[in-house]
């Protein structure tokens, strides 16, 4: 579940700063936590 602080702490950089990068972080992170959720048993 560590990759839940991922996708809070740039989901709130994405919020506050505004930059494009953030929003890209969010969206690449986001991938791979839904990837490792469905695969997880």
Do not use: C, H, N
């Amino acid at each position: 579940m560590g990759l839940a602080r991922f996708l809070i702490y740039f989901t709130w950089k994405d919020i506050r700063i505004k930059k494009p990068v953030y929003e890209q972080l969010r969206r690449f992170w986001t991938r791979i936590f839904a990837v490792s959720f469905v695969v997880a048993p």
